[in-house]
């Protein structure tokens, strides 16, 4: 099956390539730079196999227009991601000939966003030539933001103009503020991404040194070479092609239950089921539950074969040892330990475990999503989430950041929640999101205490087991002598079962704690029960607020709550990968 056979592919996470780069590109100089562009969409293509690769470009004259071109004639959308209202922007247009060519890209646009003016810019001020390039520094600022490539046609000198090519490759470079960050909070991570520079001669800079050289510029860590600084990004794009690979193969077969799961966050409410952006992420949020949920299944099916390998080949080594002494069942211990090793390799190839991680982060970060959006917040997910969990982690918040551009629209910024009855929006949210996991986590709470229980109780037994036998074959042994020379057979048979036994139930007793270590139940039921609690004293509070019509007051409830949530979740996320699943030794 391929990306075509997917009925809605705005559902796929795509691979989003912003342009910058200069207006006063010389004629001669276009096919080149054309080509150049082409060629490296092509090398993403062969790269992310499974995910459509999306141009955002201003469509401004020289480069931007240039990259629109290439990304008609490599036959991918592009988005048009203006600076101001569409007729306003037109008046930069010097010749008539690059405006007719913006009008006609324009046309050829798979999507429109007209950016919004700032505060204290309206139509009539902005020819302000200041407040004219704040807009521009927003138009690079989003494009920096949202894409995961930025690709700069710039001959490499900064001359300080705000909103310029230089101040976009700087955003990219060095980071990208978060809008809705709050200003006190210096210390946050800077969302960086790569720079694909082709060095282009400009009519005021004829001779950069080394015109038309490519060079690559990955988000670098300290403790990284290069290598490991480029090795990273391509686990980024894999993990995205992955995520893409897995819906367009599981889509369908799951899709009853995408739609049931997708209806669960979305009720039959009006101002949610007519509004865009919370449809699209009640959507996602489906589609990234039931993969987590589907590879879930998988990863613990996985464990409990491969505990199950490694106790049945030492049970094999003993009976050989202690019975048959035949080559054959002697055999069997290699073979069947060979078989789980072979598991192993097949559940690590498949990534059971990071897909169930990942998409289970995703699908959480989705949920807080659509409840903030549906009590009129636009706080992006993605500025919050995982700040202690990054590196290989950042596909995901790449997906969270790119994930509501489809809801920009023509004549408007971003279709918002009705929010005329602000406490009615609260009162929603209290019932589908904040009383509801409360609910899921006692519920959850209380289900892996009694797992966590049931397998030490377990283990304990296999293990109290194990001591038995060894007491037995103890005594066994020490009358060895008393028994009657007829019975003699007898005490051998019985000598060797109790060997065994004491052999296997030990190494089942180990494999009962491991699957239950590996499960982390007794550290989950912990954390559930924590975050019961914190969620019952939110709905306590936000009762409290709502009785009073405290709008103030259940905000930030909600603005805590929402953040204590994604620190959960992160904090889940970093409990399974200390506990991977391990290829059988014995």
């Known amino acids: 099956m391929d990306k075509n056979s997917v009925p809605n592919k705005t559902l796929l996470i795509p691979l989003y390539l912003g342009v910058a780069g200069h207006r006063d590109i010389r004629e001669e100089d276009k096919e080149l730079l054309k080509h150049l562009i082409k060629e490296f969409v092509e090398q993403k293509q062969i790269e992310c196999p499974h995910t459509p690769v999306v141009l955002l470009t201003p469509l401004a004259e020289g480069a931007d227009q240039i990259a629109a071109w290439a990304a008609v004639e490599s036959k991918i959308d592009f988005i048009a991601v203006l600076p101001m209202p569409v007729e306003e922007y037109k ?208 990863r613990f099916l996985a464990l409990k074969v491969l505990l199950s390998l490694v106790v049945l080949a030492f049970l094999f080594l003993h009976i050989n040892t202690e019975f048959l002494h035949k080559p054959l069942i002697l055999m069997l211990y290699p073979i069947t330990m060979g078989i789980g090793a072979l598991w192993f390799f097949i559940a690590n190839r498949e990534k059971f475990e990071n897909k169930h991680e990942d998409y289970r982060a995703l699908s959480e970060a989705y949920r807080v999503q659509y409840f903030l959006n549906a009590c009129g917040k636009q706080n992006s997910v993605s500025d919050h989430y995982l700040k202690r969990h990054r590196g290989e982690l950042e596909w995901v918040l790449y997906a969270l950041r790119t994930s509501l551009l489809n809801d920009w629209k023509n004549d408007k910024t971003f279709r918002e929640v009705n929010t005329v009855n602000q406490m009615k929006a609260f009162i929603f949210l209290k019932t589908n999101w904040v009383d509801d996991q409360l609910k899921y986590f006692r519920k959850t709470s209380i289900k892996h205490n009694l797992s966590a229980k049931k397998w030490e109780l377990m283990a304990s037994c296999s293990f109290i087991s194990a001591i038995v036998a060894a007491c037995l074959l103890f005594l066994v042994s020490f009358n060895a002598e ?19 036994s004491t052999s296997v139930l030990l190494v089942l007793a180990a494999a009962l704690h491991g699957y239950s270590d590996k499960m982390v139940f007794a550290e989950q039921a912990k954390n559930y029960q924590q975050m019961a609690q914190l969620f019952q004293l939110a709905s306590d509070k936000l009762d409290h607020a709502i009785n009073n019509n405290d709008f103030d007051e259940a905000n930030d409830i909600i603005t805590e709550l929402a953040q204590e949530a994604l620190l959960e979740n992160g904090d889940w996320l970093l409990l399974h990968r200390s506990r991977p699943m391990e290829n059988p030794k014995g």
């Open 91 to 298: 008046k930069d247009f010097v010749s008539p000939n690059s405006a007719l060519e913006f009008d006609s890209l324009l046309a050829k646009a798979s999507l429109i966003i007209e950016l919004p003016l700032q505060d204290g810019t309206s139509i009539e001020n902005v020819c302000n030539h200041e407040k004219r390039n704040e807009q521009y520094y927003q138009s690079g600022l989003f494009i920096a933001r949202q894409c995961h490539v930025l690709i700069a046609l710039w001959d490499g000198t900064d001359n300080g103009k705000k909103g310029g090519t230089a101040d976009v490759v700087k955003l990219k470079k060095t980071g990208i503020p978060g809008k809705f960050e709050d200003k006190t909070k210096r210390l946050r991570h800077l969302q960086t991404g790569p720079i694909y520079h082709i060095i282009t001669p400009r009519k005021s800079n004829l001779v950069p040194d080394h015109p038309f050289t490519k060079i690559m510029y990955y988000p670098s860590q300290p403790e990284n070479t290069p290598s490991m600084d480029e090795e990273n990004d391509k686990e980024i794009l894999r993990r995205i092609d992955s995520f893409n690979k897995d819906f367009i193969k599981l889509g369908s077969a799951l899709k009853e239950k995408i739609e049931k799961s997708t209806s669960y966050l979305l009720p039959n409410h009006a101002d949610c089921v007519n509004n865009l952006t919370l449809c699209n992420i009640a959507e996602k949020h489906g589609i990234t539950s039931e993969l987590a949920t589907y590879f879930q299944k998988r």
């Open 482 to 500: 008393k028994f009657p020379e007829n019975l003699k057979s007898l005490e051998e048979i019985i000598h060797s079962v109790l060997s065994c």
